[in-house]
């Protein structure tokens, strides 16, 4: 049980804060009145101490697991603390922002039993919907996002006990507004006019490789030259660097992540790879800094490359090259619907973009791939450079 409401059965209970496996565990000890016997009940599990102490303080202050526990008690203090250090960072941001800034802020003060489908209704209009002439509070898409993340605290806390039913799941979301011809991906003509085009540009090697990959923009970024292996045609995706409180910060993938893979290159990309090796590794001994840089995408300066940077170059390449502007996620896509077509197989290409789980030999960390991989390395390679 996670509560002091709910803790049954024990009487003259004390509550304490513990370390155990590294993690900190709020725990209530008490004797059972009907046996006399000595219980423990563990409350809750937080990454830290402080969340943990703090938690244990909203018990004996009665703002957690009682009648007047409010929604922002629990989206707050409970329910964000249990999925920290659980969750990816960049998602554990993204429900931190929505609950500091559209949830707390409208729903904060509403006790959580008095929740009602009408009242959520209510806060998803004031989200989403504006005077004439202004504009709404958020879009379409982030009120979905926002009412999403609601729902799933107000879920746990069923779960938990605290609420008996989750209102959110009686309201609508509102309609997604369509994006009016807005292109997600390149056709192969405008993928392959880019590379041509942006040829000598020294993010020209990651351009490439991310087409034919699909690594997403973070996973691209966090490779080292030691993930990669142009001669057996293998890179080892482990790692993101990503932007986290406007910081560029490298970050190893969660074990449980799909995301953590092998993927096959051919040969053409293998080939580039090579080269471009040989003319980073002369860059950086002008710089002096030879051997000490691992990163397989450098600055100018032997820095990894930030990823706003590498999203502002892309930005303006596009407009230079006279292609439809994409976002790097833009580079995935693309290499998702070319690749579809090209390998002719969905569960490869599952595989290689990390959206499902992948077998035993590609979940290991050696070189050894199936054939099927192999083939359809090259299959993408020669269709992105015009062999097919």
């Known amino acids: 049980m996670y509560y002091a409401g709910h803790v049954r059965g024990v009487a003259a209970a004390e509550v304490t804060v513990q370390k155990q496996r590294g993690k900190w565990t709020v725990r209530q000890a ?28 909203s018990l004996a202050e009665g703002r ?66 504006a005077p004439q002439g202004e504009r709404p509070r958020l879009g379409a898409t982030s009120t979905r996002l926002v009412r999403k993340i609601l729902s799933m605290a107000l879920e746990h806390a069923v779960q938990r006990g605290p609420l008996k039913r989750n209102p959110v799941v009686l309201t609508r979301p509102p309609r997604a507004r369509r994006t009016s011809g807005k292109q997600q991906g390149w056709t192969l003509a405008e993928a392959r006019s880019f590379l041509e085009a942006t040829r000598g540009h020294r993010l020209y090697p990651a351009f490439h490789l991310g087409l034919v990959t699909g690594l997403r923009r973070g996973e691209l970024l966090g490779l080292d030259w030691h993930d990669v292996d142009p001669e057996g045609g293998i890179v080892e995706v482990h790692r993101q660097y990503v932007v986290v409180r406007g910081r560029p910060e490298l970050r190893e993938l969660l074990k449980t992540d799909t995301s953590d893979r092998l993927v096959t ?7 580039m790879l090579r080269a471009y090796r040989e003319r980073q590794a002369a860059e950086l001994n002008l710089l002096g800094v030879a051997g000490q840089q691992v990163a397989l995408f450098t600055t100018e300066e032997g820095d990894r490359v930030n990823p706003n940077t590498f999203a502002r ?41 990390g959206h499902a789980d992948i077998g035993v030999t590609l979940n290991t960390y050696t070189h050894t791939v199936t054939q099927q991989h192999r ?10 450079h015009g062999k097919s």
């Open 313 to 353: 170059a892309m930005k303006r390449l596009c407009d230079e090259v006279g292609v439809a502007p994409l976002t790097p996620k833009g580079l995935r896509h693309t290499a998702q619907s070319v690749g579809r077509v090209a390998v002719g197989d969905d569960k490869v290409m599952q595989e290689r973009l």
């Open 375 to 384: 083939q359809a390395g090259e299959r993408i390679d020669e269709v992105f």
């Open 265 to 271: 290159i051919g040969s053409a990309t293998a080939a």
């Open 64 to 129: 957690i697991g009682s009648s007047r526990e409010t929604v922002g008690d629990y989206v707050r203090e409970v329910w964000l603390r249990s999925v920290e250090g659980r969750v990816a960072d960049n998602t554990f941001e993204q429900y931190r922002w929505a609950v500091d800034s559209h949830i707390v802020p409208l729903l904060g003060s509403v006790r959580l039993m008095d929740l009602t489908p009408e009242i959520v209704d209510d806060w998803i209009t004031d989200l989403s919907v």
């Open 30 to 57: 008490g004797y059972d009145p009907g046996s006399g016997r000595r219980r423990v009940r563990q409350l809750g599990t937080f990454a830290t101490k402080k969340a943990a102490q703090e938690f244990s303080r």
